[in-house]
């Protein structure tokens, strides 16, 4: 009996996890940001930046990138680069991880947002389409958490992994999307149990989110989904704080809880938050994008 429950207490003392966020706790933290060029991503970076973080940004765009980069440190940032390339390049996640390691000699937050090109439509059947999207939205973030881990328990650090209601619950028209945010949460929901049986004081936030008004999912989505998106600015706080504070999930907006009674979510495109005209509208713009980045 005594030895279970001292095992119970010791992994409570061990992972306890701080309870209340203060901006300070990311003064001087060492953070990578994927997908740090526009949207939600964009606006971590400037919120990091002004908690006076050292940045390290990825995505593909290097003249976007350049420009975040400016403004974060305008706005206090302790340092700030960044790295371009894509992580359909099975070779690049490692690279930014050693970036990190090469500037830093070790990293405290890695947060994975970044997604590959989508379309918002019927599957078109496109198996090749589904793989290459895999490797974006998912195998790269696992390379880059097997980069990361060894620097990551060194300083008892945090991964964040962005991920999306059409990730806990099957919707119509995002199918390769929602496989691939489906297989973020089997993995590393998967590794966080064994984190903690290993008692390896790494967490794993995973962020479920509903419609956000970033420009790529507002021009994809907006003529089909019924509803205000919720503010980019308030849900990249929001991530921060919750992969601080060590919380296994971030729901945000909370409407984004994938539970029957909240089945009235926009994101989670059940029936009665589609547009009436929306079947026609997929049936006949097979080219429609979710988060088109081209
Ligand atoms: P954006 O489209 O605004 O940003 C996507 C980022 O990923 C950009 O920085 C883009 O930069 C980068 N990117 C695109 N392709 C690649 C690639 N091949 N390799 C590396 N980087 C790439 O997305 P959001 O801000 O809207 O979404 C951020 C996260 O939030 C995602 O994980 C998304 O699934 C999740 N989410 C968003 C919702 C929303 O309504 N906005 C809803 C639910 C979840 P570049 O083009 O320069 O490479």
Known sequence: FFIPLLGLVLA????????????????????????ASS????????????MEAHLLLTARTEAKLQKVVERCLQLGAASARYVSGSMEDTAFPEVVVRE????????????????????FSYF?????????????????????????????????????????????IGSPFAAPYSATKFALDGFFSSLRHELITDQVNVSITLCILGYIDTENAVRAVSHA????????????????????????????????????????????????SLRRDAPEDY?????????SNK
């Open 225 to 272: 989904i019924r509803g205000t998106p919720a503010p980019k600015e308030e849900c990249a706080l929001e991530i921060i704080k919750s992969g601080t504070l060590r919380q296994r999930e971030l729901h945000y907006p909370s409407s984004a809880c994938p539970f029957p009674h909240h089945w009235g979510s926009p994101m989670l495109m059940h029936p009665g």
């Open 100 to 119: 990190a390691e090469n500037t830093w000699g070790g990293l405290d937050m890695l947060i994975l947002n970044h997604i590959g090109y989508s379309y």
């Open 12 to 35: 409570f003392y061990f992972y306890s996890a701080p309870e209340n966020f203060n901006e300070e706790m990311l003064r001087g933290k060492r953070v990578i940001v994927t997908g």
């Open 124 to 168: 078109n059947g496109d198996v090749g389409h589904v793989r290459k999207l895999l490797e974006i939205n998912f195998l790269s973030y696992v390379a880059m958490t097997v980069s990361a881990l060894p620097m990551l328990k060194e300083s008892e650090g945090s991964i964040v992994v962005v991920s999306s209601v059409a990730g806990k």
């Open 39 to 50: 949207g939600i991503g964009e606006q971590m970076a400037y919120h990091l930046a002004r």
């Open 283 to 291: 049936n006949t713009q097979h080219e429609n994008i979710l988060f």
